[in-house]
C-alpha cells in the first residue's frame, strides 16, 4: 500500500464545504469522483480540515492509501483532467505510512479578504468581504496582539456536536495589512475551532466600528462564553492559505 498527499485548491463558492452531506454538493464529492475513475476503485480520503459552505482553500491536503502503481507525477494532470474548473490539484507525493492529513498537521494558516471601499468591487463578489466603513489598520493591529499565544478560545467558537473536549489552541501570527482598498487579516495557528477566524474577523469588526475596545479582548477571551464576542463573519472572504507538516 502506498500513501498519498495530494496538494489542491478550490473555490468554495458552488459547494457546501469539503466533507461529504447528503443532498449538497461538496469537494470532497467531486474529488472522490474523479480520484475513483483514475484508481477504478474507492479509497479512504482523509481530508486536512472541515471548510464550511461557500470557504475557499488556497492550500488544501489530502491522504489516501491505495495499491495502484500510477506514478506521483502523473496524478495531477490525470485529476485535473476529471475535476470541474473549480478545484485543481496542485501536487502528488509519497508519504510515510504513519502520516494522516488531518492528524500529522502542526498548523494552519487562514487569510480573511475585506473590500473596505464605499464602491463594491463586482470581481471580488462572493470572494471578499464588501465592508465600506472605516476600518483602522493600526487599530485593529493593536487588537490582534491579545489574542496571540495558547488560550481557551470557547468565546471563539460555534458550538456543536462536532467541538468536544479541550478548547485551547495557540496563535502564533494574527495581522492586519492593506493593499489599496483591499484588508487581509492573516491568521496562523496550531489548530482553529469551528468558525473561529470567522468569530475573530467579526470581533475585529466589532473592534472597527467602536463597539468593543482591543483592551476588551482579553476580558472576552477569559469569558469563555460564545455571547461575549462579536458576530461571525461571512464565509465568503475566508481561504484556508497554507498548512504545515513536518517532513523527514
Known sequence: ?????????????????????????????????????????????????????????????????????????????????YLPPDVAVLSARE???????????????????????????PFLDGYALHYWYNLDTDLLNSACRHFLGTHDFTSFCTLDNREKG?????????????????????????????NMVRIIVGTLLYVAQGKISPDNIPEIILAENRAAAGPTAPPEGLYLNRVFYDFS
Not at 498548523?107 to 468591487?121: D, L, P, Q, S, T
Not at 502564533?172 to 469551528?194: M, P
Open 1 to 81: 500500500m502506498r500513501n498519498i498527499l495530494i496538494t489542491m485548491m478550490y473555490d468554495g463558492s458552488r459547494y457546501h464545504g469539503w466533507q461529504i452531506q447528503n443532498n449538497a454538493l461538496t469537494v470532497q464529492e467531486v474529488f472522490q469522483a474523479s480520484l475513483f475513475r483514475i484508481l477504478g476503485a474507492p479509497v479512504n480520503i482523509k481530508g486536512c480540515s472541515r471548510t464550511d459552505s461557500g470557504v475557499h482553500a488556497n492550500m488544501y491536503c489530502i491522504s489516501f492509501r491505495t495499491e495502484h502503481k500510477i506514478p506521483c507525477k502523473r496524478l495531477p494532470p490525470a485529476l485535473n483532467n
Open 95 to 121: 508519504v510515510p505510512d504513519d502520516f494522516h492529513a488531518r492528524y500529522s498537521c502542526r498548523g494552519k494558516e487562514y487569510i480573511y479578504k475585506i473590500w473596505n471601499a464605499e464602491i463594491r468591487n
Open 166 to 194: 479541550d478548547f485551547h489552541r495557540t496563535i502564533k501570527n494574527l495581522n492586519v495589512t492593506r493593499d489599496g482598498s483591499l484588508a487581509v487579516i492573516t491568521v496562523e495557528a496550531d489548530g482553529f475551532l469551528y
